[in-house]
């Protein structure tokens, strides 16, 4: 089955903690992306990548990093996160062109 | 100015009537436009894709392009109680890029 696999789905932590958001795709996509939501705001891209050792600054990249080292993960990085942090965030990826993207389940952070 | 704009609602439509939902962008050289819808706390899912000028259907869903005006609309027809969600319309811009509307609440009244 094709799909977007985030881990963890949920997750508390507090101010400073380093952590790491995964995302998997196993359609092989070239293009992936990682997004946050917050109310009223709708989705805000924060880092994307277009293929391997290829990754670039979104609307939003303040306090997080991204790598991708291999075509099927792209991991979210929240090196000292802090409550401003607190979102749902969502991984996508697309075959690139006029192509969909294919989100994962999304990933809840609460930072305290 | 957003470069792409939805009104967030709520927009109420009763069963069974038809809902209508509209974007607006500003980016003249978007080509490719997308509806989604996504549930509370569920990650969107594509419901349609649009491409050229003039109306594209697909079962209840019908998008219209209209690039001269810079609008995009999805309309649902026989509208039901599981159409209640949050719809987001979104433009690519390059690089597989979309920019997206905050998205408008439907709900549907039984």
């Known amino acids: 089955e094709a799909q977007v696999t985030q881990n963890p789905r949920y997750l508390i932590t507090v101010t400073g903690k380093k952590l790491t958001v995964t995302c998997s795709q196993n359609?092989?996509?070239?293009?992936m992306s990682w997004y946050r939501q917050d109310p009223g705001l709708g989705l805000r891209q924060i880092y994307y990548s277009m293929n391997v050792e290829v990754t670039d600054k979104g609307d939003v990249p303040e306090g997080y990093k991204v790598s991708r080292k291999e075509k099927r993960n792209f991991p979210l990085i929240l090196e000292s996160p802090s409550p401003n942090q607190t979102s749902l965030y969502f991984c996508?990826?697309?075959?690139?062109?006029?192509?969909?993207?294919?989100f994962g389940d999304g990933t809840r952070l609460s930072i305290l | 100015q957003k470069e792409v704009e939805q009104n967030s609602g709520p927009l109420s439509v009763p069963e069974g009537a038809i809902a209508s939902l509209n974007c607006t962008y500003s980016d003249r050289g978007s080509q490719s436009f997308f509806w989604y819808r996504q549930y509370s706390g569920k990650s969107p899912e594509l419901i349609m894709s649009i491409y050229s000028n003039g109306d594209k259907e697909d079962g209840r869903f019908t998008a219209q392009l209209n690039k001269a005006s810079q609008y995009v609309s999805l309309l649902i027809r026989d509208s039901q109680p599981s159409d209640s969600a949050t719809y987001l319309c979104?433009?690519?811009?390059?690089?597989?890029?979309?920019?997206w509307g905050a998205g408008t609440k439907l709900i549907i009244k039984p």
């Open positions: 979104a433009g690519e811009k390059g690089n597989y890029q979309l920019i």
């Open positions: 359609m092989n996509h070239e293009y």
């Open positions: 996508a990826s697309t075959l690139g062109g006029r192509q969909p993207q294919h």
